[in-house]
């Protein structure tokens, strides 16, 4: 079935810092991927996402590329704030199993201090 | 326009009773899924409704059921708890229609099963 990887944390940095979360996934046809963000006290909020090879998704300054030779789509920021500090989950959507259905990798805390 | 909201924030049931948690989806939107988010995991998905039906199911027991209303809301019930079903249970919309369409979800019903 389908799965997803991500690094697991905490992670901490310091504000400036360069960020990379990294992120694997199996699927069985040709997924969808994103990134959610859960800001402690709220809810999941989609961050970004890609729907095939090479596309790269970007939102308030966070990046991740679509790799399908590596099955990967690692998050990157390149200055971290302390109001990044969240949990990152990496997901994807399968058509084989109904775009609906996200599959959810186990979250990555991070934590950035001033 | 108000967001996905769901009712209660908390609860506290026992072992073997049953619980109903409740969902309102974004305004505009037709699919409700849940998903169960046990403390320091990912979410998993449980069902998915759209035009009153479940569409989709994950890995849960038939202790998990649901309901959607014409007017999209939807509920959550478990029967005969267990332990193991105390987690943060997360309702999340979208349109059925658009592939891809990322779910909204919202902040979550934190039930513990003592």
């Known amino acids: 079935g389908d799965s997803v990887t991500q690094m697991e944390g905490p992670v901490t940095l310091s504000e400036e810092a360069f960020l990379t979360i990294n992120c694997t996934y199996t699927?069985?046809?040709?997924?969808?991927l994103f990134w959610y963000v859960q800001y402690p006290g709220e809810g999941l909020q989609l961050l970004l996402k890609?729907?095939?090879?090479?596309d790269k998704g970007s939102n308030k300054g966070f990046e991740a590329t679509y790799r399908k030779e590596t099955t990967s789509f690692h998050l990157e920021k390149g200055s971290v704030q302390v109001s990044d500090s969240a949990v990152y989950f990496c997901?994807?959507?399968?058509?084989?199993?109904?775009?609906?259905?996200?599959?959810f990798g186990t979250g990555t805390k991070l934590q950035v201090i001033p | 326009d108000a967001g996905v909201t769901q009712s209660p924030t908390h609860l506290i049931k026992t072992r073997g009773q049953q619980v109903t948690l409740r969902c309102s989806p974004k305004?505009?939107?037709?699919?409700v899924s849940w998903y169960q988010q046990a403390l320091g995991q990912g979410p998993q998905f449980i069902f998915q409704?759209?035009?009153?039906?479940?569409?989709q199911r994950g890995n849960f027991p038939d202790r998990f059921s649901g309901h959607q209303f014409p007017n999209y809301s939807s509920e959550l019930n478990v029967n005969a708890l267990l332990l193991g079903d105390s987690a943060l249970y997360l309702c999340?919309?979208?349109?059925?229609?658009?592939?891809?369409?990322?779910?909204?979800f919202g902040n979550g019903t934190r039930l513990t099963v003592t």
């Open positions: 699927a069985t046809g040709y997924p969808s």
């Open positions: 305004s505009g939107h037709d699919t």
């Open positions: 999340a919309s979208s349109f059925w229609t658009a592939d891809n369409s990322p779910l909204h």
């Open positions: 409704y759209y035009e009153e039906e479940e569409r």
């Open positions: 890609a729907t095939k090879a090479d």
């Open positions: 997901a994807l959507s399968d058509p084989t199993g109904g775009y609906q259905k996200v599959t």
